[in-house]
């Protein structure tokens, strides 16, 4: 079976450039929910999807973070415009609702220079 | 609001070892689940263990055991018979179970070296 994919798995680009990142969470999954993880602040909640509705994005930076999930199948992660600050590796993760176990795609590696 | 202490930022064991990853937890949740994850070099999340809160017995899976006290609010990862292939990091995590709150929380990691 499939696991969560994202896309990409790396990228750098320069500061003040549109990113989007892209997670297809395992077939089924109802729950879709995006971290990220630095060095300094280790693995933070972005956002939290439950059948596709935004239930929690208290975690996401400031404006210029945005996610949507238009269908069960997909999700992306924008960040415009894109700072040094948002170099970290963004992950995403899916679950069942009433499911007991989060699984995580590889992450996609972002470097802002 | 729920809290994830894991105190060892590091840890060596020799291979064949048994070792024991510390993990407290807090949380106003009556029903909550607990996770570790192990990251390695190459780093993508891999789920290892799940508690309930709930449950009655010690989670295992294979050379992996989850020590729930619950009663002391922790949740010790116990790795018997380590491999060279055990060295990653390793998170602790937890999410309540009966609310809309869903995402984990997750502490701030161990790394495990093991030595041949």
């Known amino acids: 079976d499939a696991g969560v994919i994202q896309s990409p798995r790396h990228e750098v680009t320069e500061m003040g450039q549109e990113v989007t990142l892209r997670c297809k969470p395992i077939s089924g999954h109802n729950s879709l929910f995006w971290y990220r993880q630095t060095m300094m602040r280790g693995l933070e909640l972005l956002i939290y999807?439950?059948?596709?509705?935004?239930?929690?994005d208290s975690g996401m930076p400031e404006d210029r973070f945005s996610a949507k999930m238009p269908n069960a199948s997909f999700s992306t992660l924008k960040i415009q415009p894109s700072e040094p600050r948002d170099s970290a590796v963004y992950f995403c993760?899916?679950?069942?609702?009433?499911?007991?176990?989060?699984?995580f795609g590889e992450g996609s590696w972002l470097t802002v220079v | 609001a729920q809290k994830i202490t894991q105190t060892q930022p590091g840890m060596f064991v020799q291979e064949k070892e048994a070792v024991t990853l510390d993990c407290t937890y807090d949380?106003?949740?009556?029903?909550?689940?607990l996770f570790w994850y192990k990251q390695p070099s190459s780093g993508e999340m891999i789920f290892l263990i799940y508690?309930?809160?709930?449950?009655?017995q010690n989670a295992t899976e294979g050379r992996y055991s989850l020590n729930f006290q619950k009663a002391r609010k922790s949740a010790n990862l116990v790795i018997s018979a380590s491999q060279l292939g055990d060295s990653a990091m390793y998170f602790c995590a937890m999410r309540a179970l009966d609310t809309g709150r869903r995402a984990l929380t997750f502490g701030s990691g161990t790394r495990l070296q093991v030595q041949p």
């Open positions: 999807f439950n059948n596709n509705v935004p239930i929690d």
């Open positions: 949380t106003s949740d009556p029903s909550y689940g």
């Open positions: 993760a899916s679950s069942l609702s009433a499911g007991n176990t989060i699984y």
């Open positions: 508690q309930g809160s709930y449950d009655q």
